[in-house]
T-cell receptor, first 115, second 113 residues
């Protein structure tokens, strides 16, 4: 059973507009959520994270929102640029008692930003 | 070296052959990981190591083995490759604490015929 779900395999957005990538999770024991960006033929690169005790984290054009009651997080990219075209992975870190678990990744959403 | 390196970049392998994928990091991270990425399935954890001398099984460990003799190196071995192991393999590392962000290598594209 998937604990981290990215239900949209792909998303297409016009340059300059907002891109919103969504992620849902089922486990209440996650203490951090992370977003990764992956270009073809490269490894994923860390983009931004958010602690479960916060509801928003912003870094330049990238903002992550966390809605714990809905078990939902989203990554907003404003304004979107063609260079943002990539696959975006949502990941969550379980926290059990005093120990951290390994990251659990969603299946990814391919973002295409059109000029 | 800066970050994580993986070797080879790509490999075509006959079924039944043994293969070791190499991974080296220079960030002195305690933890290291091996993932495979398959279309539509995202990143799936094969094996991990929280510190030198220890290893653990991830989501899809069957057919793979790892060792962690020192902090920097974390090789992944396929003892007898099968076509279902055709995939892109990523090695990653992370420091303890913080958000647990992992740093990934460039990947190895493996084709088993």
């Amino acid at each position: 059973d998937q604990q981290v779900k990215q239900n949209s395999p792909s998303l297409s957005v016009q340059e300059g507009r907002i891109s919103i990538l969504n992620c849902d999770y089922t486990n209440s024991m996650f203490d951090y959520f992370l977003w990764y960006k992956k270009y073809p033929a490269e490894g994923p690169t860390f983009l931004i994270s958010i602690s479960s005790i916060k509801d928003k984290n912003e870094d330049g054009r990238f903002t992550v929102f966390l809605n714990k009651s809905a078990k939902h997080l989203s990554l907003h990219i404003v304004p979107s640029q063609p260079g943002d075209s990539a696959v975006y992975f949502c990941a969550a870190r379980p926290h059990y008692g005093g120990s951290q678990g390994n990251l659990i990744f969603g299946k990814g959403t391919k973002l295409s930003v059109k000029p | 070296i800066a970050g994580i390196t993986q070797a080879p970049t790509s490999q075509i392998l006959a079924a039944g052959r043994r293969m070791t994928l190499r991974c080296t990091q220079d960030m002195r991270h305690n933890a290291m990981y091996w993932y495979r990425q398959d279309l539509g399935l995202g990143l799936r954890l094969i094996h991990y190591s929280n510190t030198a001398g220890t290893t653990g099984k991830g989501e899809v460990p069957d057919g793979y083995s790892v060792s962690r003799a020192n902090t920097d190196d974390f090789p992944l071995t396929l003892a007898s490759a099968v076509p279902s192991q055709t995939s892109v393999y990523f090695c990653a590392s992370s420091a303890l604490g913080g958000a647990g962000e992992q740093f990934f290598g460039p990947g190895t594209r493996l084709t088993v015929l």
